[in-house]
């Protein structure tokens, strides 16, 4: 069993960085591929990115790939996503979700067994 909760988010202006962060309860921690999703009003929820459980594999959606940096520290058992050069349309609320490591990155929701509550993210033009 993992217990996730996030942080971090806010309000910032475009061009502008959060740093989101997720603690995880669980001793089984590290040995879960990590990600973000967000979900934006309207729309169904997407993936943003993961990362392995050792923390040195990392995938990003093409729409976040070079501004977003997801990183984790198991010691910590928190993993984190650094945003930068934000933009409206990033706003959203951002969950972390756990999943198992089945060969392939897992991209869809329904590959993840552990989630958050979710923290929003509002980003103004």
């Known amino acids: 069993q993992v217990q996730l909760v996030e942080s971090g988010g806010g309000l910032v202006q475009a061009g502008g960085s959060l740093r989101l962060s997720c603690a995880a309860s669980g001793r089984t921690f590290s040995s879960y591929v990590m990600g973000w999703f967000r979900q934006a009003p309207g729309k169904e929820r997407e993936f943003v990115a993961a990362i392995s459980w050792s923390g040195g594999s990392t995938y990003y959606a093409d729409s976040v790939k070079g501004r977003f940096t997801i990183s984790r520290d198991n010691a910590k058992n928190t993993v984190y996503l650094q945003m930068n050069s934000l933009k409206p349309e990033d706003t959203a609320v951002y969950y972390c979700?756990?999943?198992?490591?089945?060969?392939?990155?897992?991209?869809?929701?329904?590959?993840?067994?552990?989630w958050g509550q979710g923290t929003q993210v509002t980003v103004s033009s």
């Open positions: 979700a756990a999943a198992h490591w089945y060969g392939s990155w897992p991209v869809g929701q329904y590959e993840y067994t552990y």
